[in-house]
């Protein structure tokens, strides 16, 4: 069982920067792979960033690719989401998820823990 908090979201405006984290409870958490989703209103949620559990293998969407780092420190059981350059676009609620698989997946049908998101709205 691993329980997963996200944290880190607020309101901001166009072009500032927020560090989203991801706080997992129990002993397994660097057997899992992780991965940030967003979802915005009246939308699917959609896969924005996955590291694999050694945290040397990531995965971006196109839409973020360049503008968000994804890292994890397993001494502290947490992962990040570090978010530069911020779009109106952006906003949405973000979840963090952990899958038992050893490589990054954008796969959501993998994933068998999630939070319950952390809100990020970057106004114009």
């Known amino acids: 069982q691993v329980q997963l908090v996200e944290s880190g979201g607020g309101l901001v405006q166009t072009g500032d920067s927020l560090r989203l984290s991801c706080a997992a409870s129990?002993?397994?958490?660097?057997?899992?792979?992780m991965g940030w989703f967003r979802q915005a209103p009246g939308k699917e949620r959609e896969f924005v960033a996955a590291?694999?559990?050694?945290?040397?293998?990531?995965l971006y969407a196109d839409s973020v690719k360049g503008r968000f780092t994804i890292s994890r420190d397993n001494a502290k059981n947490t992962m990040y989401l570090q978010m530069n350059s911020l779009r109106p676009e952006d906003t949405a609620v973000y979840f963090c998820?952990?899958?038992?698989?050893?490589?990054?997946?954008?796969?959501?049908?993998?994933?068998?823990?999630w939070g319950q998101g952390t809100q990020v709205t970057v106004s114009v």
């Open positions: 998820a952990a899958a038992p698989v050893a490589g990054p997946t954008l796969l959501a049908g993998i994933y068998q823990y």
């Open positions: 590291i694999g559990w050694k945290g040397d293998r990531t």
């Open positions: 129990g002993r397994t958490f660097n057997t899992y792979g």
